[in-house]
């Protein structure tokens, strides 16, 4: 079975830092494309970054120049770097993951972390 379990959220004031991390975990393959969303209160959930097995990323325009995705491959973790956060990024934040395991290919979300941007 496949887990993917979000960390590293919390409360922190407008224009400070905060790091997600993301690990996936059990009978894993492999793993291509490893993604961040975010969902606020009232609204849909959105994509914020994504980073694919060969490390091309992409980001939601709003957050382009404050965060940062990044991978460690054999740790099969992802991380989100938050900078300068904004009171609108606050959000609970959810880590995306396609998984080759013995299931097949699958898409798998975490139970997300809570990010909370005071201003």
């Known amino acids: 079975q496949v887990q993917v379990v979000e960390s590293g959220g919390g409360l922190v004031q407008a224009g400070g830092s905060l790091r997600l991390s993301c690990a996936a975990s059990?009978?894993?393959?492999?793993?291509?494309?490893m993604g961040w969303y975010r969902q606020a209160p009232g609204k849909q959930r959105e994509l914020v970054a994504t980073?694919?097995?060969?490390?091309?990323?992409n980001y939601v325009d709003s957050v382009k120049g404050r965060f940062t995705i990044s991978r460690e491959y054999a740790k099969k973790t992802v991380y989100l770097q938050m900078n300068n956060l904004k009171p609108e990024d606050t959000a609970v934040y959810y880590c995306?993951?396609?998984?080759?395991?013995?299931?097949?290919?699958?898409?798998?979300w975490g139970k997300g972390t809570l990010v909370t941007v005071s201003s």
């Open positions: 980073i694919t097995n060969i490390g091309s990323t």
């Open positions: 059990g009978s894993i393959f492999s793993i291509n494309a």
């Open positions: 995306n993951a396609d998984v080759y395991s013995s299931l097949g290919l699958r898409n798998y």
